[in-house]
């Protein structure tokens, strides 16, 4: 568990890991505020994330992570309000299609997955606490935090407050509307007044509910401690977001809210920004319909976390035919029905380095070599601030083994190889060239009483008679209907 260098926006370098507590990760990062579907830009966050905490438990780390639900927010009650929804009703939907589009990318659900509403009073309590020490104010209902009062303000997004206070004007409410609220225009809200009728909690200021940057802070410490290993999320949540949260809760505890800020950058297309603001997205639904979740994997991927990705249908394309090719050497560890399923690659959840598996093909006296030198250049990839394309280029080259190899045996534990490492990507490279999914089967079935209707017009009962027993046979039964099409429902 050592050599692994982590570029820390704080520092704005690469630094040794080493956690609060050794062999242990605490991890938490920015989860979806759910009030529409997911776009790649969310994926990108996620599989980041996922890989992440996948290596890290690969090399021996016991890690829990958290990631949040932002389930109240001015966006989902504005959306809730378009869709005559109650917002809790859009937020579970939301929250819902996010959790199904996490299990088609194969991205592993977090250790703890706290929803703002569940820590709405332990909100009001930081609040308190921080106006007691003299870091926040109450006015007229609001309560915000007084940013001048913590002296390292910026030190994250790596400017002064004076420049900082341009960036005070992007807010939901105006400079204008605030301007009698607030000390300062940098300042920013902790809890927010609302009127009854709206979404809201009582407090010691009124009615209301949380500003959305106290959240993130709430939660951590009430789930992880006052620090935590590792905070991450995408770059755009460097400021305000993070800011404010390293802000509260230094202000707060009096000592560092993570050791190590971790900050994916963006999807882009045509050089800008996916978002739903710019009307530019692609839902993770919309891109699974036409790929592979290995394929939007290595898309993601072949990319360093830290560099933009630009997404257009060409460079989708080159990564189907890089799934295709990877897919193709690992299908000969699939076909070797004598391999033990450790051999085969379907491993625990979390596999370790030192899993039987991995130590039995280092040990074999003809793939070991191979195998160990795929090892040495996956771990320096990784290692080295979890350089995804670097470490997939190692999986290719033992792909190429497979390919190259003439001994069928020796390429079966190349492919067993490839695909154990893959795995701790993410990626399953499981032949789907077989499976057909519920609509392809319905159609399927449909064609079937086709070719049966058409054998009942030429009077060829035998046949007719034939595929009715033979859908039965799986399951499906056929239900004539005197003058109409036949009808079928699965038994």
């Not at 194969?106 to 703002?116: F, H, M, T």
């Not at 009582?202 to 709430?218: N, T």
């Not at 509260?248 to 190590?260: D, F, I, M, T, V």
Request: with cysteine.
């Amino acid at each position: 568990m050592t050599g692994l260098k982590i570029f820390n926006t704080v520092s704005a370098t690469k630094e040794d890991f080493q956690p609060l507590s050794p062999g242990r990760v605490l991890m938490y990062a920015c989860g979806p505020t759910v009030y529409d579907l997911s776009h790649l830009g969310h994926a990108r966050m996620a599989l980041t994330f996922d890989v992440i905490q996948r290596y890290l438990r690969f090399s021996g780390y016991d890690v829990t992570f958290v990631r949040n639900i932002t389930d109240i927010d001015d966006k989902i009650i504005n959306r809730a309000r378009e869709l005559n929804l109650r917002p809790e009703q859009l937020s579970r939907r939301f929250t819902y299609t996010f959790w199904k589009d996490m299990d088609e990318l194969n991205s592993a659900s977090p250790d703890i997955e706290p929803r703002a509403t569940e820590y709405i009073q332990q909100m009001i309590k930081f609040a308190e606490e921080l106006i007691h020490k003299g870091h926040a104010y109450e006015s007229k209902g609001d309560v915000y935090f007084d940013v001048p009062s913590f002296k390292s303000y910026g030190k994250l997004k790596k400017q002064s407050l004076d420049d900082l206070l341009q960036g005070a004007r992007d807010q939901v409410r105006s400079q204008n509307e605030l301007k009698d609220l607030k000390k300062t225009p940098a300042d920013f809200a902790l809890w927010k007044s609302a009127p009854k009728g709206e979404v809201g909690w009582d407090s010691p200021w009124g009615w209301g509910r949380p500003g959305w940057h106290l959240e993130c802070s709430s939660m951590i410490k009430n789930v992880l401690g006052e620090t935590i290993d590792i905070h991450g999320g995408g770059e755009d949540l460097v400021f305000p977001h993070h800011e404010n949260e390293i802000a509260q809760s230094e202000a707060l505890h009096g000592k560092p809210l993570a050791r190590y800020w971790i900050h994916n950058s963006f999807v882009q297309v045509e050089s800008e920004k996916m978002s739903k603001s710019l009307g530019n997205f692609q839902t993770i639904q919309t891109v699974l319909s036409n790929y592979s979740a290995d394929t939007v994997r290595l898309f993601v991927l072949q990319t360093h976390y830290r560099s933009p990705i630009e997404f257009g249908t060409e460079s989708m394309e080159a990564a189907k035919s890089g799934t295709a090719r990877l897919l193709r050497a690992a299908r000969l560890a699939d076909s070797n029905a004598h391999m033990s399923d450790d051999n085969n690659g379907k491993f625990q959840k979390y596999l370790q380095k030192d899993h039987p598996c991995i130590q039995t093909l280092k040990n074999d006296p003809d793939a070991g070599a191979a195998v160990s030198r795929l090892e040495a250049d996956f771990l320096e990839a990784m290692n080295n601030d979890f350089n995804t394309p670097q470490a997939i280029s190692a999986l290719f080259q033992m792909a190429d083994l497979v390919f190259s190899t003439k001994d069928e045996k020796l390429a079966v534990k190349y492919a067993a190889a490839l695909k154990t490492y893959a795995s701790v990507l993410g990626l399953r490279l499981t032949d789907t060239g077989k499976i057909i999914d519920t609509n392809t089967g319905a159609r399927l079935v449909e064609t079937l009483l086709d070719l049966r209707d058409q054998a009942r017009a030429n009077k060829d009962y035998k046949q007719s008679d034939q595929i009715r027993d033979e859908l039965l046979k799986l399951g499906i039964k056929v239900m004539d209907v005197k003058g109409a099409r036949a009808q079928w429902e699965r038994e």
